[in-house]
């Protein structure tokens, strides 16, 4: 029985979310594994939009159990109204379908105020986060201070490790706000027990251990199926470092953090826009700042699930997508938006970058060489027709399966899954995951 994880294979937002949707058919248990609410993924069925940022976007079927594993970290207030927003959909209608882990680690007040003070205080070198207290909040992790979910359900202990936290990041924040000419952060130790105390009493139902249920589903034969959330050149090993986030996105962190082997990982499958979006700062080599980028933000709607801000519009770049093929193993390409390159006469794809007079086709990690790099394009022909209504490849126009099928040439991945508009229909699968 397959276990499939599906990852970002750009800088994040590739429709990771209406592919999980789409796949969470044929498996019992979604994971997400890394990340938090920097997340948005978005998924469209019959019209309806859902966008989540921390709940895996298997959700909306019934019957199926989703797990928010212990690499993720938690911001409760968020997920709680995440929670209370989809039962009120009359999704989630039983406890049952989430599992939260109880080592997944928590997002506190101080973490989103650090992250916000930080970036105002990198000035032109900030990094574009989303300011939800992911870095601090994994940097508390790795420091060995974190606290988490565990910790909220005995206030006790609770009220102990608030306190040690508040003490590390008092003289810090002051800093920060006197820099930024803010006021000093109001944080008080007995309102913030008191509020995540009663995040951890509403909680509670969910809480368990993930690894555990994990591993029996496995054993059992159940088919999971691992949610990133971000994308590999994120990745804060494998990504344009320091324009990053602050975790592993790659697939080999599905284990990690959900605690199984990577054993239980059977294929990968990377989502990737038929061009390439960015948000936030950092090098982009095949960015498009001209009329260009601006006509495939507004018919691709390129503005943050999580933010709104505009998304960095670009071509198709295959060495970046070849490097994820390496860091990945991945095992297919799904192709997403593809229907919003309809209408433009010619299509350009990267194929390699040029550095200092010479060729390259190995995506350099150096950031001062990434910036400098100049993208090698090959040109292919556009097409006019929409592409919204097709469902097989037999219903594509020419231009567009040949752009399909340079894309999986030059990047040398297998092409799986073409997607032609946001909603759960409006795909084109041709090899699924679990079975062929
Ligand atoms: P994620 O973070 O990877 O889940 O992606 P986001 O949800 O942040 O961004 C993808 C956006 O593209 C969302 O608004 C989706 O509804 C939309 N989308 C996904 N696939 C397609 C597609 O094939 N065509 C179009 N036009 N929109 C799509
Ligand atoms: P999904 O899962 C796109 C970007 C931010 C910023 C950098 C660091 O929807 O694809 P952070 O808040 O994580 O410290 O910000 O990472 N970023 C994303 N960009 N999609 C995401 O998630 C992102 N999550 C973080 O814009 O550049
Ligand atoms: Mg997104």
């Known amino acids: 029985m397959p276990n499939v994880v599906v990852i970002g294979a750009q800088w994040g937002d590739e429709g990771k979310g209406k592919v999980v949707d789409l796949l969470t058919e044929h498996a019992q248990v979604v994971v997400r594994f890394q990340g938090g609410n920097n997340a948005g993924h978005t998924l469209v069925v019959g019209g309806q939009k859902t966008v989540l940022h921390l709940i895996p976007s298997g959700i909306l079927h019934a019957g199926k159990t989703c797990v928010i594993g212990n690499g993720v970290v938690i911001d409760p207030g968020v997920l709680l109204k995440e929670i209370d927003a989809l039962r009120a959909r009359g999704f989630l209608a039983d406890a049952g379908q989430l599992l939260i882990s109880a080592g997944a680690h928590v997002i506190f007040p101080w973490h989103k105020q650090l992250d916000l003070l930080r970036e105002k205080a990198r000035g032109g070198a900030a990094i574009g986060?989303?300011?939800?207290?992911?870095?601090?909040?994994?940097?508390?992790?790795?420091?060995?201070?974190?606290?988490?979910?565990?910790?909220?359900?005995?206030?006790?202990?609770?009220?102990?490790?608030?306190?040690e936290a508040l003490a590390g990041v008092r003289d810090e924040l002051t800093r920060l706000a006197k820099a930024a000419k803010v006021e000093d952060p109001d944080l008080d130790e007995g309102t913030i027990v008191g509020e995540y105390a009663a995040f951890g009493a509403r909680l509670k139902e969910f809480v368990g251990d993930a690894s555990v249920f994990l591993h029996e589903q496995v054993r059992k034969g159940s088919r999971v199926l691992f949610e990133g959330a971000q994308g590999t050149l994120l990745d804060v090993d494998h990504g344009t470092y320091p324009y990053v986030t602050s975790s592993n996105c790659v697939a080999g962190n599905a284990a990690v953090g959900s605690g199984l082997g990577p054993t239980a990982i059977d294929r990968v499958m990377g989502i990737s826009k038929a061009y390439t979006t960015r948000v936030g700062g950092g090098p982009f080599p095949t960015e498009l700042d001209n009329e260009l980028g601006e006509r495939l933000r507004k018919i691709g709607d390129e503005f943050g699930a999580t933010t709104g801000r505009p998304r960095r519009c670009g071509w198709l770049d295959t060495v970046v997508l070849r490097y994820a093929a390496r860091v990945n193993g991945l095992w297919g390409i799904a192709l997403t938006k593809l229907d919003v390159l309809s209408g433009l006469e010619a299509l350009r794809i990267c194929t390699a970058y040029e550095l200092d007079g010479q060729n390259i086709t190995e995506f350099p990690l150096d950031l001062d060489d990434l910036s400098r790099v100049k993208p090698v394009y090959e040109e292919l022909p556009g097409w006019g027709t929409k592409l919204s209504g097709a469902r097989t490849l037999d219903d594509l126009p020419e231009a567009a399966l040949r752009y399909v099928r340079r894309?999986?040439?030059?990047?040398?991945?297998?092409?799986?899954?073409?997607?032609?508009?946001?909603d759960r229909g409006e795909?084109?699968?041709?090899?699924?995951?679990?079975r062929g």
């Open 427 to 434: 795909t084109i699968l041709m090899s699924n995951p679990f």
């Open 129 to 163: 986060t989303t300011g939800r207290g992911i870095g601090p909040a994994y940097e508390h992790k790795v420091a060995r201070v974190g606290i988490r979910v565990r910790d909220l359900l005995d206030a006790e202990k609770l009220r102990r490790r608030v306190r």
């Open 407 to 422: 894309v999986e040439e030059i990047s040398g991945v297998p092409v799986v899954c073409v997607s032609v508009g946001a």
